[in-house]
């Protein structure tokens, strides 16, 4: 039987919560599958850990971590430990350590959710945003001069390298191919004269060698206005780890909210292990009060499944989701519902093997 290592770091907040009902789905395929299982370890990094031993996570927590096939990751972050300080030294630490240079973000109106745009058929929001994870904007590259002086200044560099621009809209290319769909490169490359022409330059490189694949080019504003006027032309969507971050919010918003936004930070090489995480904060002011919507901590789940190769596993557990939002009757608040998080995480393994049984 094939066992898969997962290290789970659940977090701050409410990330305990929903990567309970995470962890319950996965332990429940593995029994219905039969060829599989997973082994979880439980880390305790975070921000409350940060608020004892002055650091997120251990000194060797990448040491630690590589020995694992993935990583589930709750949230992080809360009230008292500012925010750059969460990121950089737990979750951006993680993907640049592991060379986690791709960010997968599904961004598709399930059925039962409303529509927020009256005009713009459900269907037509189904996109997969790739966003290059390990640089760029976030190379953390710059400098703080003069603090607290009248010539005070601060240099934030973005970092694009031809290895690191290539292999991520070559990964979008592939991905683009294989599903049969068209590619869309977001930029700016009118305002930014160095690494965005940079950037457009090598999307346009690789495209002659993806003939077959159809593609489109926007600036970022345009961008942000054409997904709410018309996503439809969005399939497959490759951009830099900035636009990436905030537009993936944008599509969140139009896929139901953060409570369905999931992400998922791969190596594709498999060099070193893959995060799974959903994309929502800790949400402290509803933490401990077992409320939290877990459906895109199990959304995040079905990346797993994907990546370990169990594709069919990873669907159904989509289908199981959008099968709970449509019943209606077990959602927890943010979707009009009074149901428990562990309720919700029941209900869509009810709704799995139900799934599982028809499709056999």
Wanted: glycine share 10%; hydrophobic share 40%.
């Amino acid at each position: 039987m094939k066992v898969h290592k997962i290290a789970v770091i659940p977090g701050d907040g409410i990330g305990p919560e929903v990567i309970d009902e995470g962890v319950k789905v996965l332990q429940r395929i593995a029994e219905l599958d039969g060829s599989f299982t997973f082994e979880f370890d439980y880390f305790p990094w975070g921000c409350e850990y940060y608020a004892k031993n002055g650091k997120m996570m251990d000194d060797n927590g990448l040491d630690i971590l590589k020995n694992y096939d993935a990583i589930y990751l709750g949230a992080v972050g809360f009230p008292g430990v500012p925010d750059h300080i969460s990121l950089w030294d737990l979750l951006l630490k993680i993907r640049k350590g592991f060379d986690q240079y791709v960010n997968l973000r599904p961004i598709k109106l399930l059925n039962g959710i409303p529509n927020a745009l009256s005009n713009v058929p459900r269907e037509n929001i189904d996109m997969l945003f790739i966003r290059e994870n390990t640089e760029g904007e976030y190379a953390g590259a710059g400098d703080w001069l003069n603090k607290g002086r009248e010539d005070e200044i601060a240099l934030q560099t973005g970092v694009f390298t031809r290895k690191g621009v290539e292999r991520i809209i070559r990964y979008a290319f592939e991905e683009a191919r294989k599903q049969g769909k068209s590619l869309t490169s977001i930029s700016k490359g009118n305002a930014m004269q160095y690494s965005m022409v940079f950037w457009d330059q090598i999307f346009e490189e690789v495209a002659n060698e993806y003939p077959d694949v159809k593609i489109d080019s926007y600036l970022v504003d345009a961008a942000s206005m054409l997904l709410i006027k018309d996503p439809k032309r969005f399939e497959i969507v490759v951009t830099t780890n900035l636009f990436g971050d905030i537009l993936t919010d944008l599509g969140a918003a139009l896929a139901g909210g953060l409570g369905l936004a999931a992400g998922a930070n791969v190596n594709p090489e498999k060099t070193f292990p893959s995060m799974f995480e959903p994309i929502h904060g800790s949400a402290p002011d509803i933490a401990g009060q077992g409320i939290a919507n877990p459906m895109a901590t199990v959304w995040s789940a079905s990346q797993i499944l994907d990546f370990f190769g169990y594709e069919q596993w990873g669907n159904q557990v989509i289908q199981a989701i959008e099968k709970t939002l449509v019943d209606k009757k077990v959602l927890t608040p943010d979707l009009e519902g009074s149901s428990t998080t562990a309720d919700v995480g029941d209900e869509i393994i009810n709704n799995l093997v139900k799934i599982k049984v028809e499709s056999n």
